[in-house]
């Protein structure tokens, strides 16, 4: 331990509290709980070739490697969360040594408790909303125009028509938000991922997180329900996910 | 996958999402975008999420297609390096490389 290797740094996966002896033992090998009982760091030792500020430049454009160290920094976080309360970190956390980890929990110890009590008994569940291409405004072109007058108008109903599905498809999803922050604890709505980021053929128009108690059950029902009401909105919920979305302290420095 | 049945639904504990792998636009959204950022020794600069987002999602979208189309900006740009930042600059020529290749979808569908 003393004199370790400068080649190496420590990550910071999450804060996690209380701790026991069977979280230890669900901990991956090389990774470790630094701190109490009651506020501990999970952390382990990588090398800085991969890690290092300026090699992690590079690596952040490397899709492969980014897919499963991103993966790796969520299913150490999984594995935690149905055994304790999780505050997830940012991916590339990294500390010199662990006595750097050390000191990071001593000097945030007020931030970090703060941010575990606002998670505790509760989970993260993403909905999403897609609609699918040929769902969208703007059809009926099929009706040729015999003139150019008629075009013109055939054109303005086929506007007004998007502009109403557009405002209705608004109300919808305002509707929607409402009914699922009716049945959780906080909620936010991020800027719905592009189709090329997706691959999918439907466009996705709500992508929002909730914060809800429990493992997300009734939570989950309630999607279930608002799926059968509204046949005409495609419903996608993930989770239980650590509360991603609910533990941020600004900038944090 | 049929398209009214998208549902991952949560599994026993200790296999979370019933088994299904999550995908990597979700766990990249939460994983680099969300999460406490902390004050760390050696810590790369994540502060910039805005920036952080788009280029992720310029990356994951089809680095080599914008790599093709001459956007190659991400090769060493000083975004994630702590020296010579200039922000606003950047943001104006990602927004504007962002609109060329496509990719910001709420734009697109103005």
Redesign the interface.
């Known amino acids: 331990m003393i004199g370790a290797a400068i080649d190496t740094a420590w990550y910071a996966y999450a804060v996690v509290g209380p701790v026991d002896a069977e979280i230890r033992a669900a901990l991956p090998a090389p990774l470790e709980l630094v701190g109490s009982a009651e506020l501990a760091v999970v952390a382990g030792e990588v090398p800085l070739a991969e890690f290092g500020e300026d090699v992690l430049r590079e690596r952040l454009n490397d899709r492969e490697w980014l897919e499963e160290k991103a993966r790796a920094h969520d299913e150490v976080i999984r594995r935690l969360l149905p055994l304790t309360t999780v505050v997830p970190l940012r991916f590339g956390s990294i500390h010199r040594d662990r006595i750097a980890v050390e000191a990071f929990l001593e000097t945030r110890h007020d931030a970090l408790a703060a941010a575990l009590e606002r998670v505790r008994g509760r989970v993260e569940v993403g909905v999403k909303i897609w609609l699918d291409r040929d769902q969208r405004p703007a059809r009926g072109r099929q009706e040729a125009a015999a003139t150019g007058r008629a075009y013109l108008e055939q054109r303005k109903r086929e506007r007004e028509r998007a502009a109403m599905a557009a405002t209705s498809l608004e109300e919808h999803l305002r509707d929607v938000h409402g009914r699922l922050l009716a049945s959780a604890e906080d909620g936010v709505v991020n800027r719905p991922q592009s189709s090329e980021l997706t691959g999918r053929d439907a466009e996705m128009v709500l992508n929002a997180a909730y914060l809800v108690p429990g493992d997300g059950g009734e939570f989950f029902a309630e999607v279930d329900r608002l799926r059968s009401e509204r046949p005409e909105l495609v419903f996608e919920a993930t989770g239980p996910w650590a509360a991603y979305n609910f533990v941020d302290l600004g900038e944090g420095v | 996958m049929s398209?009214?049945d998208?549902?991952?639904?949560?599994g026993p504990?200790?296999s979370?999402?019933g088994g299904h792998?999550?995908?990597?636009?979700?766990?990249?959204?939460?994983?680099?975008d969300?999460?406490?950022?902390?004050?760390?020794?050696?810590?790369?600069n994540?502060?910039d999420i805005e920036l952080l987002?788009i280029r992720?999602?310029l990356?994951?979208?089809?680095?080599d297609k914008a790599r093709e189309m001459g956007i190659d900006w991400?090769?060493g740009d000083p975004f994630?390096?702590r020296r010579g930042r200039e922000d606003h600059a950047l943001e104006g020529r990602l927004r504007k490389l962002e609109a060329a290749a496509g990719?910001?979808?709420?734009e697109e569908e103005r």
């Open positions: 398209s009214r998208l549902s991952t639904r949560p504990p200790g979370p999402n792998p999550a995908q990597l636009a979700d766990v990249l959204e939460r994983v680099l969300k999460g406490i950022v902390i004050a760390g020794d050696i810590q790369i994540l502060l987002t992720l999602r990356l994951v979208a089809s680095a991400w090769d994630l390096s990719l910001d979808g709420a």
